[in-house]
């Protein structure tokens, strides 16, 4: 099995040191660069805009994983293309014509992500799950950081996992939210391919050496335990 990503969440970032955040994220054993948009509508939170993902764009080395927690997506599919986004996630409970807006991503030149709430069944992505290249498992209620990890999660990334092999799709399981060195283990058994984590890495007092810790101990368990 391949080595577990590991995406840091810039939403627990420090937003008045974020060209510093974004160049530790670089520089550390992290996979990709984590970016949460919440539009206040679809979650209870409003995160940050285009100017600042064009500013973390700016500085980032690695790919951006964004992940849209907004209505009505499709507006802003060629915004997120041309400000350098790698993977375009978008929620199944809030698109319509999911097929359509996930055509659309790939029209754009970015990878297709759909993620899901919490309470949404994984079985429901059966018919689009061969054109998707990464399904976003919310292990908390979206709209913040620093929540406990709801456990029926673990359910999810098998059911997840199940569904990708019985379609033969090439897509990525992500989970995000309330990840930590604690649960990552399990999460990796379970079938997690990329981790995020916001809290556990940027309130940590080193996070570059948070991340390599972690990195180091999924790429153990990755090889040598499952
Ligand atoms: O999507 C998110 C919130 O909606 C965040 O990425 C997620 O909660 C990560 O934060 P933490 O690791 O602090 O739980």
Known sequence: MSKAKIAPSLLAADFGNLQRDVEMVNKSEADWHHIDIMDGVFVPNISYGMPVVKAISKHATKPL?????????????N??????????????????????TIQAI??????????????????????IIKDLDLVLIMSVN????????????????RDAKELIK???SKALVEVDGGVTIKNAK?????????????????????PGTTIKELKAATDKWSIFEL
Do not use: W
Request: aromatic share 10%; with cysteine; charged share 20%.
């Open 65 to 77: 994983d964004v992940h849209l927690m907004i209505v009505d997506p499709d507006r802003y599919i």
């Open 142 to 157: 979206p709209g913040f950081g620093g929540q406990s990890f709801i456990e029926n999660s673990y359910e999810k990334i």
């Open 186 to 206: 399990a999460l990796i058994k379970a079938g997690a391919d990329v981790l995020v984590a916001g809290s556990f890495i940027f309130k940590s007092g080193d």
């Open 106 to 127: 790939k029209a754009a030149g970015m990878k297709a992500g759909v993620a899901l709430n919490p309470h949404t069944n994984v079985n429901l992505l059966k018919n």
């Open 166 to 168: 019985m379609n033969e």
């Open 79 to 100: 915004t997120f293309a041309e400000l350098g986004a790698t993977y375009l996630t978008v929620h199944y409970e809030a698109c319509t014509h999911l097929h359509r």
